[in-house]
Nanobody, 116 residues
Framework: QVQFVESGGGLVQPGGSLRLSCKAPRTILSTYWTLDINWYRQLPGKQRELVAAITRDGTTNYADFVEGRFTISKDNSKRTVYLQMNSLKSEDTASYYC???????WGQGTQVTVSS
C-alpha cells in the first residue's frame, strides 16, 4: 500500500479556484507511472466519495456533481496528481484525499472550505 500526501486546500470564496496536489513517496518512483490514482472527498458527517479518477494512460473520469468544474491531471516526473477545482461551491466544502483505487492506507487529506 502507498500513503500519499495531499496539499493545497484552504479557504476560498464561492466561485473561486484551488489546485490540490497529491504526492507519492519516493519509494515508488520506478512504478509511479503505472498507477491509477483517485481523488476522494469526505463531507462533514458523510462517507468518503469519489471525486475524480485518472488511469495510467491518462483516461479521466469524474463524479456527476463535478459538472465540468474540476480537472484531474498526473505528472509522473513529479510523482504528483493534481485536482484543479474551479467555480467552487459551498457544497464542495470537505476534506479531500487521494489514493489508489481500493487503497486502504489514507493520508491526512487537505481541507477545502468554500465560504463567503
Amino acid at each position: 500500500q502507498v500513503q500519499f500526501v495531499e496539499s493545497g486546500g484552504g479557504l476560498v470564496q464561492p466561485g473561486g479556484s484551488l489546485r490540490l496536489s497529491c504526492k507519492a513517496p519516493r519509494t515508488i518512483l520506478s512504478t509511479y507511472w503505472t498507477l491509477d490514482i483517485n481523488w476522494y472527498r469526505q463531507l462533514p458527517g458523510k462517507q468518503r466519495e469519489l471525486v475524480a479518477a485518472i488511469t495510467r494512460d491518462g483516461t479521466t473520469n469524474y463524479a456527476d456533481f463535478v459538472e465540468g468544474r474540476f480537472t484531474i491531471s498526473k505528472d509522473n516526473s513529479k510523482r504528483t496528481v493534481y485536482l484543479q477545482m474551479n467555480s467552487l461551491k459551498s457544497e464542495d466544502t470537505a476534506s479531500y484525499y487521494c489514493n489508489l483505487p481500493g487503497g486502504v492506507d489514507w493520508g491526512q487529506g487537505t481541507q477545502v472550505t468554500v465560504s463567503s
